[in-house]
């Protein structure tokens, strides 16, 4: 298709990737590459399924708000998405080589020897051992890498982590392997040393694609805070601009149900703003000239221009971000349960080794034999399925929440939600769904239903999106409605068939309430009222949470008056009036008290709370900030997840205990016979292999673990 | 001996051999997406738009 255009019309080609969340058969993506091509501009598109991704290739003329729509009018949201940030995972590509070059070495050295143990001696032996020297040392140079420069960084600091022993291990053994080889001994460890290094690096490969996976799939969520703005030039023309190309003097167009990217003062039009992903407040607040904003809130009514005043890290929103910089420090302080195992696990194997190597040499076996026992010892006794415990079963919960729509983001994460015994919850966007809701449609008649839909489908206006979720959700078929106007602010008007219809501003309701009205020619107008829902399942959420020993409460940044209602439904005591500052502190004095605080937000102000608390969790509808600092994302509306999360990683932490107990038992059995010296390469082979096996099976187990 | 002399490098350029595809493999972009892999086989190559679909 590309080669009917005409060469003149060639432009440079840019990429750009757009998030697509409901990307999910074979049917969305030749929708999406077969048709985006057909619009003029673009060349080519690619869908990357597994990340929800479509990668658009495109002459640079186009800007990303036209692109989105194209992707929009196919029938799919689309989310802009900066790949610099999303996409990179050198750490695991580099851990995958190393382990397929250590897999690839295993089975050759094991080749080898398995035909040395079944009785190969003499000359052939020793030019087998001569074959696996010559494949093991490049190997073990290559793969081993990752473990000697942890290992080099901790001795150098002083300290000794889980890589020391390994190193040590594996260093010694082919040093003495070499040695055996070169003097033509019977024994030759390559086979163990390289096959250690590829189990403990299948278990670092795990552990990093597990976090690679999370990040893309938040990533691929992010909204990219309020990607840019519509700016006004001199000349009066517009133009679209990115948020960090924003400055200060500069004015902008915020139409109804964008965000904006900037802090600024309002210069013509009146508005209301929704603060609640700043301030937590749930109910819209009028601005006019004069009146200052701030970026991240959410325009509802008609469009404004705005005078940047502040831009990028300038605004009100890096307060917050250096609140939850500040806030990070207690969590980053959380030790891993593989590293507190192997604080204890560590001295113990150099101890052991050391006593093995100094018994053998008062028994007068000699530095060469006692020098060997203690190489065993060190290969035997590493970690090796101590390595794979935690990684393997975590993956394993991690992908089996991932399917139940749940992003955790490190195996960190699902450690501490599991020790999580207190669960403190945002209100507006958490407990609440955070967007309209109309409370009560049954005034409308069927005919009538058809007519506002026909009308809410053609605005962009918050409510306009409200009233079409909920009446195409009960199965409300559009009726067809000729020549709809929409007057920004006031509302839209159309011809149906039963004469003019419209829906407008409801100006003399309530002013806490949101509400429109709906005139239909002849018949006197009703209005509609909207308020913030309940997630569905909060309150058996919170009843499940209760189950699991796990007390709620509210802390919102809203009026009381507004918590009031929501808390009482729930039956769970609650804060009002809190500043992020003040939430923070509220979450700080529970954690003195001992608990571990598992805090669910979703707005900018519940930043600092979220980075706060011991763990913590926020909907796919969150603020960016929310998200990123979040330690797990949950998709959709319901509240449900959070409760099964929990209960996912508690059992999580059960196997990765059953784990420990079976790689313990394990070296209960064979250490006492690495000591006397009984281990050969072929045990040592055995059993390094076998604990591992059970290991990874018993963390398979996990698989239905989100359920 | 001399049967194993040549049976092992070959052995060894076999394992090597697959040891270079995967890293081409790999490169290549081949592990990107393999969820989406999956699907495609399902996409009908005569049938454009996926409006069969």
Redesign the interface.
Known sequence: MTALRPLAAVETLVETSFSVPSIRCAGCISKLEDGLPLNPGITAARVNFTAKRVTIIHEASLDIPHLRETVEKLGFEAQPVDLAVAGNDDESRGLLRAMAVAGFAAMNIMLLSVSVWSGADGATRNLFHWLSALIALPTITYSGRVFFKSAWNALRHGHTNMDVPISIGVLLTAGMSLYETATGGAHAYFDGAVMLLFFLLTGRWLDSVMRDRARDGVAALLKQAASGALVIKKDGSTEWRAAQDLAPNLRMIVAAGERLAADGTVEQGRSSFDLSLLTGESAPQAIGPGDTVHAGTLNMGAPVTVRVTKAGPNTALADIARMMENATQSRSRYVRIADRAARLYAPAVHLLAALSFAGWMILGAGWHESLLIAATVLIITCPCALGLAVPAAQIVAVGALMRAGVLVKDGSALERLAEADRALFDKTGTLTLGRPDPVDLSMLSAEEKSIVLGLARASRHPLSQALRRNLEHIGVVAEDIEDIIEVPGFGVTGKSRCGIAAISRADDADETDLACRFKLDGVPSVIIRFRDALRPDALSTILALRRLGMESSILSGDRAAAVSPVSDTLGISACADLSPAGKVAAIKDLGQTGAKVLMIGDGLNDGPALASGHVSMAPASASDAGQNTADAVWMGDSLAPVAATVKAARRTMQIVRQNFVLAIGYNVIAVPLAITGHVTPLVAALAMSGSSIVVVANALRLRGAAR | ?NG?LIL?PI??LL??A??VA??WA?RAGQF?????AA??I???EEE???AG?
Not at chain 2, 32 to 36: K, M, P
């Open positions: 001996m194993v092992i052995a060894l394992g090597l697959g040891l995967f890293f790999l990107d997406d393999l969820d989406g699907l495609r399902l996409i009908d454009k738009n996926g679909l």
